[in-house]
């Protein structure tokens, strides 16, 4: 059952969004129709989303849904690939090559066959395993879907408070949102500080600057139970020690790869659940499957090890890869030095590269530095302060990671260290980089270059 009546090879897409859609479109570009026939599958009603700005969308900030779809279903359809929206593919049959899909709207089920699959299944919001954690009111937010039932679900309740559980990206995220939206946000968090991908020290000027927009952090709390009304609907978020009263609930605590289906398949799955594959986005022991996105784990650059990162950067450039080499061409991605910027409100938050607890895992010895410097010149106006943390391996004064927060100006200058990163450059080399200079958007010296500096001498100091 391979291949197509008329000759032509057929490629089949699970997942109509970044990872899927980019590598149907690529494949498509590399060989037409006559040689390639496409079929994709979406289970959902919207296909070629931004993901990353739902929650600018849940906040206003972006008025029109619409604005995050890049490509409508109907304009890939003009391009020849056969998408299929609202089927939901529920099993893959690797010997036979052919995939089972269920019609969500008419339950109807069939199966079609292929030669090349793709496999962009994507991420799950986490859902705790506790009483109350499906009731109405209770939302996860990882695709347009989600947004719509949670605007929802403001638009029809008439009270004002709501609690955030998690305070990792979507969770600091959505708290803005909802502080935007006119609600009284509470943020119920496991972790010392929020923001857990940044050290506790930088959390914490996280937390200062949330509960300076009026949001109620609460921190080492472990949500134990949602509590019910009489309706059935949420009314409160439980943990060891109190109740927080809650209108609505957006759970913001992280995504699990999506991998259920690829697993039943028997396909090779990695510490982190995301599927494994090589360099050209191969899985691994699949010469004619694919996978990409964040149902995928990638390998980084820096700790040499295999993590799982849900980014739609990340699932763009695996959907390029994944569509050159399907069409006929050859690419590969490397890896990743884990790059991701944030904002809450006008506080930016930026990190690449490895944590302190993620360099002594990994047996790093390390050296770290913390400077405090200003967006741009001190006497120009606006110049706004920063703080940035670096770390540089002991010894070898190779940069490990930078953390940034600060205000207008900060977030996008961890773009110099992720370059950095990606080079293997040292602490020392990274204070020799011919940076862009007037007073208008830097000091003379750059906050990045001066916590190089200061870890270069620490290194120096430290090996002598």
């Given at each position: 059952m391979s291949g197509t009546s008329r000759g032509a090879e057929r490629l089949v897409v699970i997942g109509g969004d970044a990872a899927g859609m980019s590598a149907a479109s690529q494949a498509r570009r590399l060989k037409g129709p006559d040689e390639l026939e496409i079929v994709a599958f979406e289970r959902g009603h919207f296909t070629s989303y931004?993901?990353?700005?739902?929650?600018?969308?849940?906040?206003?900030?972006?008025?029109?849904?619409?604005?995050?779809?890049?490509?409508?279903?109907?304009?890939?359809?003009?391009?020849?690939i056969d998408l299929r929206m609202r089927t939901e593919v529920?099993?893959?049959?690797?010997?036979?090559?052919?995939?089972?899909?269920?019609d969500v709207d008419s339950g109807a089920e069939s199966w079609t066959s292929y030669d090349k699959l793709v496999i962009a299944t994507g991420a799950r919001p986490i859902r705790p395993d506790l009483p109350g954690a499906d009731a109405p009111g209770v939302h996860g937010v990882q695709t347009l879907d989600d947004g719509q039932?949670?605007?929802d679900t403001l638009a029809r309740t008439r009270g004002r408070r709501a609690v955030v559980v998690g305070a990792g990206y979507i969770g600091v995220e959505m708290a803005e949102a909802l502080i935007n939206r006119g609600y009284e946000v509470t943020v119920v968090n496991r972790g010392s500080e929020?923001?857990?991908?940044?050290?506790?020290?930088?959390?914490?000027?996280?937390?200062?600057?949330?509960?300076?927009?009026?949001?109620?952090?609460?921190?080492?709390?472990?949500v134990t139970k949602l509590l019910t009304g009489?309706?059935?609907?949420?009314?409160?978020?439980?943990?060891?020690?109190?109740?927080?009263?809650?209108?609505?609930?957006?759970?913001?605590?992280?995504?699990?790869?999506?991998?259920?289906?690829?697993?039943?398949?028997?396909?090779?799955?990695?510490?982190?659940?995301?599927?494994?594959?090589?360099?050209?986005?191969?899985?691994?022991?699949?010469?004619?499957?694919?996978?990409?996105?964040d149902c995928v784990e990638v390998l980084d650059l820096v700790s040499g090890q295999e993590r799982h990162i849900a980014l739609g950067t990340h699932a763009n450039k695996h959907g390029q890869v994944i569509g050159t080499n399907a069409g006929g061409g050859y690419a590969t991605f490397p890896g990743v030095v884990g790059t991701a910027v944030s904002k809450v409100c006008d506080l930016?938050?930026?990190?690449?590269?490895?944590?302190?607890?993620?360099?002594?895992?990994?047996?790093?010895?390390?050296?770290?530095?913390?400077?405090e410097s200003t967006s741009r010149a001190g006497y120009y106006p606006g110049a706004s302060p920063m703080t940035v943390k670096m770390l540089a391996e002991r010894r070898t004064g190779r940069l490990l990671g930078v953390q940034i927060v600060g205000r207008e100006g900060a977030g996008k200058r961890v773009?110099?260290?992720?370059?950095?990163?990606?080079?293997?450059?040292?602490?020392?080399?990274?204070?020799?980089?011919?940076?862009?200079?007037?007073?208008?958007?830097?000091?003379?010296?750059?906050?990045?270059?001066?916590?190089?500096r200061k870890a270069a001498k620490a290194v120096q100091e430290n090996t002598l």
């Open positions: 931004s993901a990353c700005g739902i929650p600018y969308w849940v906040g206003g900030e972006v008025s029109d849904r619409d604005q995050l779809i890049a490509r409508t279903a109907e304009e890939h359809r003009a391009r020849d529920t099993e893959i049959d690797v010997a036979g090559g052919r995939v089972r899909a269920h039932a949670l605007l929020p923001m857990s991908t940044l050290d506790p020290d930088m959390g914490r000027l996280v937390h200062e600057a949330m509960e300076g927009l009026g949001i109620t952090m609460v921190n080492d709390a472990e009489q309706d059935g609907r949420v009314r409160a978020v439980g943990t060891q020690d109190a109740e927080y009263p809650a209108d609505v609930v957006v759970l913001g605590i992280g995504v699990r790869p999506d991998t259920a289906l690829a697993e039943a398949a028997g396909l090779p799955l990695g510490a982190h659940r995301g599927l494994l594959t090589d360099l050209a986005m191969r899985v691994r022991g699949h010469e004619n499957i694919w996978a990409g996105g930016e938050i930026a990190r690449t590269g490895l944590r302190e607890k993620d360099a002594r895992r990994v047996g790093l010895q390390f050296e770290t530095v913390t400077i773009d110099i260290a992720a370059v950095a990163l990606t080079a293997g450059m040292t602490v020392d080399r990274m204070t020799s980089l011919d940076l862009g200079y007037a007073p208008p958007f830097s000091p003379v010296w750059d906050p990045v270059l001066v916590a190089a």
